[in-house]
C-alpha cells in the first residue's frame, strides 16, 4: 500500500531533504486534500511540533477532518495523543517518547500509553540514521538500532513506522533488504519510509509485507498518483 505523506512546517505544506534542508513548499493544501482523497491512510507528520518549534495543530486538526490520518510529531504525552484522536487523527505515531535519556527502550510510556487509547490506535515512530535511532526531531541518537526496539514494543503497537533518514528526500531508492530483516522482527503493520522514488519499489515493499510512505516522488510527480 502507498502512503502518502503530509509534512507541515509554518502553516505549509513542506518536503525536506535528510529533516534538515527544505527542498518544496506548497500552500495550496485543499488541492492535495483533493489529491490524496481517495487513498485509505495518510500520513501527517508536524514537523514544527517535532522540532519543538511550536505546531501546525489547527491545520491538522483541519485536514483530519477531511482525510483518514496517522499522525506525529510533537506527540510526547498521553494528553497529546488524546488531543490528536480528539481531533479526528486515526492513530498516533509516536516517537522520541518510546525512549529514555539514558537510550533505553521507555516500556513503561508505551504500556501507559496503550492502556489509555488502545494499542490499535498506536504507531511507534522508528527513525534511524547510519543504523541507530534518531529522536527529537532526528537531532539526537540513541545507543539501539531497530532490532533492538521493535521486539520490546511489540506489545503495545497497532504498527510500526520505520524512516530510513540517511535516504529521506533524496530519492535514490529505499534499502528493500532493511525492510525485510524489519519484516521478520514484528507481527504488526510495518510502514517504511525515506527515499522511496517509484511504483516499482512500492510493489518490492509490498510484496514482502511492508506498506510505504511517500513524499518527494509523489510532489515532485516522479512518482504518478
Same mark, same amino acid.
Given at each position: 500500500?502507498?502512503?502518502?505523506?503530509?509534512?507541515?512546517?509554518?502553516?505549509?505544506?513542506?518536503?525536506?531533504?535528510?529533516?534538515?534542508?527544505?527542498?518544496?513548499?506548497?500552500?495550496?493544501?485543499?488541492?492535495?486534500?483533493?489529491?490524496?482523497?481517495?487513498?485509505?491512510?495518510?500520513?501527517?507528520?508536524?514537523?514544527?511540533?517535532?522540532?519543538?518549534?511550536?505546531?501546525?495543530?489547527?491545520?491538522?486538526?483541519?485536514?483530519?477532518?477531511?482525510?483518514?490520518?496517522?499522525?506525529?510529531?510533537?506527540?510526547?504525552?498521553?494528553?497529546?495523543?488524546?488531543?490528536?484522536?480528539?481531533?479526528?487523527?486515526?492513530?498516533?505515531?509516536?516517537? @522520541?517518547?518510546?525512549?529514555?535519556?539514558?537510550?533505553?527502550?521507555? +516500556?513503561?510510556?508505551?504500556?501507559?500509553?496503550?492502556?489509555?487509547?488502545?494499542?490499535?490506535?498506536?504507531?511507534?515512530?522508528?527513525?534511524?540514521?547510519? @543504523?541507530?535511532?534518531?529522536?527529537?526531531?532526528?537531532?539526537?541518537?540513541?545507543?539501539?538500532?531497530?532490532?533492538?526496539?521493535?521486539?520490546?514494543?511489540?506489545?503495545?503497537?497497532?504498527?510500526?513506522?520505520?524512516?530510513?533518514?540517511?535516504?529521506?528526500?533524496?530519492?535514490?531508492?529505499?534499502?528493500?533488504?532493511?525492510?525485510?530483516?524489519?519484516?521478520?522482527?514484528?507481527?504488526?503493520?510495518?510502514?517504511?519510509?525515506?527515499?522511496?522514488?517509484?511504483?516499482?519499489?512500492?510493489?518490492?515493499?509490498?510484496?514482502?509485507?511492508?506498506?510505504?510512505?511517500?513524499?518527494?516522488?509523489?510532489?515532485?510527480?516522479?512518482? +504518478?498518483?
Amino acid at each position: 500500500m502507498l502512503i502518502p505523506s503530509i509534512d507541515l512546517m509554518g502553516g505549509r505544506i513542506v518536503q525536506l531533504v535528510q529533516g534538515e534542508k527544505l527542498r518544496l513548499a506548497f500552500d495550496d493544501i485543499e488541492y492535495w486534500i483533493e489529491k490524496f482523497s481517495r487513498f485509505p491512510l495518510v500520513q501527517l507528520i508536524d514537523l514544527d511540533a517535532a522540532m519543538r518549534q511550536g505546531d501546525n495543530f489547527l491545520l491538522v486538526e483541519q485536514i483530519a477532518k477531511r482525510l483518514p490520518c496517522q499522525a506525529g510529531g510533537g506527540v510526547h504525552s498521553i494528553e497529546r495523543a488524546r488531543q490528536a484522536l480528539d481531533a479526528g487523527v486515526k492513530r498516533v505515531i509516536i516517537g @522520541s517518547a518510546l525512549f529514555s535519556a539514558e537510550g533505553n527502550v521507555n +516500556a513503561a510510556f508505551a504500556a501507559e500509553l496503550a492502556g489509555s487509547v488502545g494499542a490499535e490506535r498506536v504507531v511507534a515512530g522508528i527513525d534511524t540514521k547510519n @543504523s541507530r535511532i534518531v529522536v527529537k526531531g532526528w537531532k539526537a541518537q540513541v545507543e539501539l538500532t531497530p532490532d533492538d526496539a521493535i521486539p520490546q514494543l511489540e506489545p503495545y503497537v497497532a504498527a510500526f513506522l520505520y524512516t530510513h533518514v540517511d535516504g529521506e528526500g533524496l530519492m535514490q531508492g529505499f534499502p528493500v533488504e532493511t525492510a525485510a530483516r524489519l519484516r521478520n522482527l514484528t507481527q504488526r503493520q510495518l510502514i517504511v519510509a525515506g527515499g522511496i522514488r517509484s511504483q516499482q519499489e512500492v510493489d518490492a515493499l509490498n510484496a514482502i509485507g511492508a506498506d510505504a510512505v511517500v513524499g518527494m516522488a509523489v510532489y515532485t510527480e516522479l512518482l +504518478a498518483i
